[in-house]
């Protein structure tokens, strides 16, 4: 019943929203990222990441591919997202989501979801992942690894996923993302001769400390970039967490050494042998420039006037923070609005739905058991007529049974068994006479048997006598 209605559920968010976020984790046996390879050099993955717990999802949106990521299910955070520039946009709502067959990958739910749409629908949720909870009252915000502001449309909605997310301090998110779009936006951009050639990985590498000793805080953040065009270029960044003012740029070579042992970001390293050195020397002039804060292909006079913005900017800054406040709460009243209604709704769609779905049950059940009556009366007087014409049956065939057994009996057994008590009565004399004959017999035996013994004796002793006395006279 429970699995109905969550479907029910289901297929009407599925109507409602039809741009439903979808992700789709990578099974072992296909090749890198799947659809997703088309985000990296020569759709080659990096190389290194073979931990058992490296799980690659391919982030889609609208059943197309916006993005790749790496996740680690021990750490609970990705180990990097790859993408592609698309557009500046301004920053729109936040709509977080979670992957369902990271935790559950028999489930049935191919695409990312609403935590709280899920229900208990995915078996073992959050073991594998970060989710909402593990954030809240953290001090650690949501920072995006793959930034929503270099994202348009469709591919900005499709970064609000907890598996592109880490445990950043408000600070440091909001440092991480502004150098970030800076350098995309002044120094990457302006000298890819290709723009579609531009590949970004943006990672961290994760570190002891963890969020509600479940979700690792990085040890810094990491961006790596390879123009795969004519008269390229690759270029790496490192920002630690604890200093977030820091940005080191570094060669892909010298970041991949601060990785796993054994990690390729790019294929070939992005042709870093044969890359532009004038194209790479101008790149790294611009990210020290944003590095050191300056502003690209700006005078003396526009920094004396950007000196007064940004004071202006302190001065202004309680009073737009303060407007923030009051947007951020006006939004939350509106949320929560439309969240009671939105649970009103759901609650008396699910009674509705608890009601037809008890009716129909019970028409069922009646329908069932009428026709079980129904089909049980014909059955039960068939089972009686079978049941005597079974005992008539039984009946014949045991009087068959006890005549044939009857005639089997030899006649001349029968006589011998009535002549037995004659044969025995009238043998007793007989044996009687046997008997005392018998016993005559050995006592006539034995008086013979002593006197031929004494006679024996007898002619012993006068053959001795005759031997041994002398003969006298014959009178003697």
Known sequence: EWTMKTSIVFLLCISVFPGFSQGRVVREDETGFAECNVFFPGQVPPEGFTKSFHVKICQQYNNEPRFATLYSTKDKIPLYSAFKFTK??????????????IDDPENDLHEMVHEADIGGTVANLGANQALTSDYVGSGYERGLLNPSFLNEDDFQVATYTLTN???L???????????????????????????????????AI???????????????????????????????????????????????????????????????SCGEDKQSQEKGEAVLQVVSQIRSGEQVGKSNNQETSGWVRRVAGIIATPFIKLLELLIYIFVELVKSVFYFLWLVVKRVVGTILDGVYSL?????????????????????????????????????????????????IPMGFVLHLAAFPYHTICAIPSVLKDVATGIGGTFLLVIDATAT?????????????????????SDD
């Open 169 to 203: 301090s408000p600070a440091l998110s909001k440092s991480w993302h502004r150098d970030v779009g800076k350098v995309v936006e002044q120094a990457l951009i302006p000298h890819c001769s290709k723009m579609d050639h531009l590949y970004l990985l943006a990672g």
């Open 88 to 101: 500046p946009a301004q920053s729109e709502e936040e709509n977080w989501l979670v992957e369902p067959q």
């Open 206 to 268: 994760p570190s002891s400390v963890q969020v509600k000793g479940k979700v690792s805080v990085p040890e810094s953040l990491w961006l790596a970039a390879c123009c795969d065009a004519p008269e390229g270029w690759s270029l790496g960044l490192v920002k630690k967490v604890n200093d977030e003012t820091s940005l080191t740029d570094l060669t892909v070579r010298e970041l991949e050494k601060q990785l796993l042992p054994g990690v390729h970001l790019f294929k070939g």
């Open 360 to 408: 129909w049950n019970g028409m069922i059940s009646y329908l069932k058991a009428v026709s079980m009556v129904l089909i049980s009366i014909p059955y039960d007087v068939g089972r009686v007529i079978i049941n005597i014409f079974l005992g008539f049956l039984q009946i014949v065939q045991d009087v068959l049974s006890l005549t044939y057994r009857i005639l089997r």
């Open 453 to 473: 013994v004494l006679h024996g004796f007898y002619f012993v002793a006068t053959h001795i006598i005759k031997r041994f006395v002398p003969k006298g006279s």
């Open 165 to 167: 997310a880490v445990p």
